[in-house]
């Protein structure tokens, strides 16, 4: 049963992949399609402001046969996009072990800061059935660092549950100034695919009599540009097939 719910491990990975419309990357056999939106799409030039970040993502063979598994995962956001965590609450991976989701809720709402589903195919005996369930992200630290955790609660057919670690790491180069990174366990290599994930970003909280936001951005147009496009994620994918696949997602922001 803990190896059929790291296959919902291996689901929630996706979730950091894409915005906006569906968009299609394909290497040889293995396709990889993305979409996702971020609102309000209208956003300060010289100051980040709370955004509403959505995901969703599926994997899958051109000709129908089992997708290789997904081993590493790393997604830089852009510079002008950023996580901020100071004042909200955390969660420790003890707290949420052996939990439904809503126990996990119960244990450590206050430090929610997105939800979604994930669809995975797994295969016993010659024979291939859906596992899907809730994946829940908490807000914690390991060390003096802010990291993600995810929380994935299987259903359907079984029940069962799995957290998983994202590093949070903030290079001072370059044009991603947050990446999330993680490593898949291999224990769901022998067992099935991810077929459908989907999350959302929305926390709001207050922190030095302030609002804020876990995730906000601002539109980093030039003077006497009233917009523009940008890159928005890079993803980089990597497989036990040793296929790559490094994206890039472009993206539009107006100048409030």
């Known amino acids: 049963m803990r190896r059929i719910a790291c296959i919902g491990a291996l689901a929630t990975i996706l979730l950091g992949a894409g915005l906006a419309q569906a968009e299609l990357f394909q290497r040889g056999n293995l396709r990889l399609n993305f979409t996702g939106r971020f609102t309000p799409k209208t956003l300060p030039r010289d100051h980040a402001a709370p955004v509403r970040v959505q995901f969703s993502g599926s994997l899958a063979s051109v000709d129908g046969s089992r997708p290789p598994e997904l081993r ?17 609450p955390t969660c420790e991976p003890g707290q949420l072990q052996s939990t439904t989701s809503a126990d996990a809720i119960a244990r450590c709402g206050r430090a929610l800061v997105g939800r979604g589903r994930f669809r995975a195919n797994v ?10 369930g809730r994946t829940l992200a908490f807000n914690a630290r390991k060390g003096r660092r802010p990291v993600l955790l995810l929380h994935i609660y299987g259903s359907r057919p079984v029940t069962n549950t799995i957290v998983l670690t994202f590093r949070i790491l903030r290079p001072q180069r370059g ?24 999350l959302h970003f929305d926390r709001r909280f207050r ?3 302030k609002p804020r936001s876990y995730l906000s951005a601002r539109c980093a147009a030039p003077p006497g540009f009233g917009g523009g496009p940008f890159t928005f ?8 097939n040793g296929q790559v696949f490094d994206t890039r997602l472009t993206r539009f922001c107006r100048v409030r």
Do not use: C, M, Q, W
């Open 175 to 198: 044009g991603f100034g947050t990446v999330f990174t993680a490593t898949i366990p291999s224990i769901a290599s022998d067992l099935g695919y991810v077929s459908e994930l989907s």
């Open 123 to 132: 295969d016993f005996s010659n024979a291939e059935f859906p596992v899907e």
């Open 207 to 209: 922190f030095g009599g």
């Open 233 to 240: 994620i890079r993803g980089k994918f990597v497989f036990s």
């Open 72 to 88: 590493r995962l790393s997604i830089g956001v852009n510079r002008y996009g950023r996580v901020f965590t100071r004042g909200l």
